[in-house]
């Protein structure tokens, strides 16, 4: 079984919206998104030249993911301005129950320096990889109908799906 200390993902910034200057005046250009896994490898989208306090952006971004690594984090910037930023659980779009290769849309909202809400980001996750690891491929088998009390559950059974070595 192989062993990795960290995966490839692809992180596609597809656009903020609401995106605010001092909490009053929206952004009015040169807006950009800085992602991050590592604080010492940032990577970050170019410029929207235009799109103001709702800038577009559609740009890949494909880092490394270390195993240590909980949240990736997410910068959306006016200038040379942090105007709002978010930090994005792995388990949001890694969290063992996805295949490799599945491709979430997250949307976060960004909070300014002061804690305010400032905008929201929009951006698909991809988990790259040429096999399925997550729990949803390997774990695949047949349904197997559980019994259930018509009367109390009507037909319908609950649980927490678990792996199946």
């Not at 905008?119 to 790259?128: A, D, R, T």
Request: aromatic share 8%; glycine share 10%; with cysteine.
């Amino acid at each position: 079984m192989e062993v990795r200390s960290s995966k490839a993902i692809e992180v596609t910034v597809i656009s903020a919206e609401g995106l605010l200057e001092n909490r009053r005046k929206p952004v009015k250009k040169n807006a950009f998104v800085v992602v991050k896994s590592d604080p010492r490898n940032p990577l970050s989208t170019v410029v929207d030249p235009e799109g103001g306090g709702y800038p577009s952006w559609n740009q890949k971004l494909e880092m490394e993911l270390p195993a240590h690594v909980r949240f990736i984090t997410v910068e959306a910037h006016s200038g040379s301005k942090v105007v709002g930023s978010a930090n994005i659980p792995v388990t949001d779009f890694a969290g063992g129950y996805l295949p490799e290769n599945y491709l979430s849309f997250l949307s976060y909202r960004l909070r300014d320096a002061n804690g305010e809400k400032n905008g929201i980001i929009n951006l698909s996750v991809k988990v790259k990889g040429g096999g399925n690891s997550g729990c949803a491929a390997s774990c695949s088998r047949p349904w197997i109908r559980a019994p259930t009390d018509d009367k109390v559950a009507n037909g319908v059974v609950t649980g927490v799906p678990v792996p199946y070595w």
